[in-house]
């Protein structure tokens, strides 16, 4: 997360759970993080999205994929919670399901899609859960 305040409450509560051991939180830009960090390439198991894909600029949703899919081992997985809407301006930014999953059908493989029944009710029928396994790369 770019959030100092995210990192640290999901750093906490994984101590809390006893997960501190298996899992690891980092502040940084997602954009300019694989290029800066070269060791860190094809490096991850696992990224969580949540609200990132909507939050940024439509016209910067390739490279968030693209960033995402350097950071990801192959057959790592990106597990998002999405938010299409038709909503206008934005941030939060509006996008479709189809988008979504044609932005991704490059680098990943989708295995898993539903629309959560549990979500706010503010977005109620309008999220989308999904797991996206990182194809090999050529």
Do not use: M
Not at 64 to 85: D, E, S
Not at 90 to 107: K, Q, V, W
Request: a negative charge; aromatic letters at 10%; glycine letters at 6%.
């Amino acid at each position: 997360d770019i959030a100092p305040a995210a990192v640290a409450i999901a750093s906490r509560l994984a101590t809390e759970k006893g997960l501190s051991d298996r899992v690891t939180f980092f502040q940084k830009d997602l954009f300019a993080w694989p290029s800066l960090d070269p060791n860190e390439r094809a490096s991850f198991d696992l990224v969580v999205e949540h609200n990132c894909f909507c939050a940024i600029e439509p016209q910067r949703r390739d490279d968030y994929v693209a960033a995402v899919a350097a950071l990801l081992r192959p057959g790592g997985r990106l597990v998002g919670l999405f938010y299409p809407h038709d909503y206008p301006g934005g941030p939060p930014y509006a996008s479709t399901a189809d988008e979504i999953r044609r932005r991704l059908g490059n680098d990943f493989s989708i295995t898993y899609s539903e629309t959560p029944t549990d979500s706010a009710i503010t977005r109620a029928g309008l999220e989308l859960l999904l797991v996206a396994e990182r194809r090999a790369s050529g």
